[in-house]
T-cell receptor, first 115, second 115 residues
Framework: GESVGLHLPTLSVQEGDNSIINCAYS??????FIWYKQESGKGPQFIID?????DKRQGQRVTVLLNKTVKHLSLQIAATQPGDSAVYFC??????????????FGKGTLLTVNP | NAGVMQNPRHLVRRRGQEARLRCSPM?????VYWYRQLPEEGLKFMVY????????ESGMPKERFSAEFPKEGPSILRIQQVVRGDSAAYFC?????????????FGEGSRLTVL
């Protein structure tokens, strides 16, 4: 079955609010996680990644939190904007030898930002 | 600097026909990866190629699917005798190397519809 999945299939927020998208994974051997954003009709776009030796990583307006104890990953988007509306996927690495190409994607969460 | 280029963007085939999807990696990238996305699903790894070599085809269906990345020209994903279940978006990604940092750059995908 799926190693990576999402708690909420859809999330609707008001412009300016913070968004939190959650993801659960089941493979305790996974050591690398990525969040991707996919707009309608386009390919996935890299947002932020995190390795298993970290529990938090921040980017521009985004923060990823990793809780290895409960195998949970979250993406926080600060001051959500209409341009953030998209499907968000978490992905984990199941490659070997440090390679990160063989990603397992969750099913995605559709984020809708209301103006 | 052009990103990963895929064509055609949309392809319609009847059952039993062949589908050929092409992918040109980003400039300077010699590693290509194909992923498939079924409707409302996350992406699933299919195959990883370097020039003239298939490195990992563990995600490829055993029959009807093949991939190549010749010395010259784009990578091609070929699906013979297509069936309705092959209808999906096929994404190509590329990277500079099979490296530890792992960021894959995805193209905008080729959407195959089998009638």
């Amino acid at each position: 079955g799926e190693s990576v999945g999402l708690h909420l299939p859809t999330l609707s927020v008001q412009e300016g609010d913070n968004s939190i998208i959650n993801c659960a994974y089941s493979n305790s051997a996974s050591d690398y996680f990525i969040w991707y954003k996919q707009e309608s009709g386009k390919g996935p776009q890299f947002i932020i990644d995190i390795r298993s030796n970290m529990d938090k990583r921040q980017g521009q307006r985004v923060t990823v939190l990793l809780n290895k104890t409960v195998k949970h990953l979250s993406l926080q988007i600060a001051a959500t904007q209409p341009g953030d509306s998209a499907v968000y996927f978490c992905a984990e690495n199941i490659g070997s030898g440090g390679s990160n190409y063989k990603l397992t994607f969750g099913k995605g969460t559709l984020l809708t930002v209301n103006p | 600097n052009a990103g990963v280029m895929q064509n055609p963007r949309h392809l319609v085939r009847r059952r039993g026909q062949e589908a050929r999807l092409r992918c040109s990696p980003m400039k300077g990238h010699s590693h290509v990866y194909w992923y498939r996305q079924l409707p409302e699903e996350g992406l699933k790894f299919m195959v990883y190629l370097q020039k003239e070599n298939i490195i990992d085809e563990s995600g490829m269906p055993k029959e009807r699917f093949s991939a190549e990345f010749p010395k010259e020209g784009p990578s091609i994903l070929r699906i013979q005798q297509v069936v309705r279940g092959d209808s999906a978006a096929y994404f190509c990604a590329s990277s500079r190397a099979k490296r530890d940092t792992g960021e894959l750059f995805f193209g905008e995908g080729s959407r195959l519809t089998v009638l």
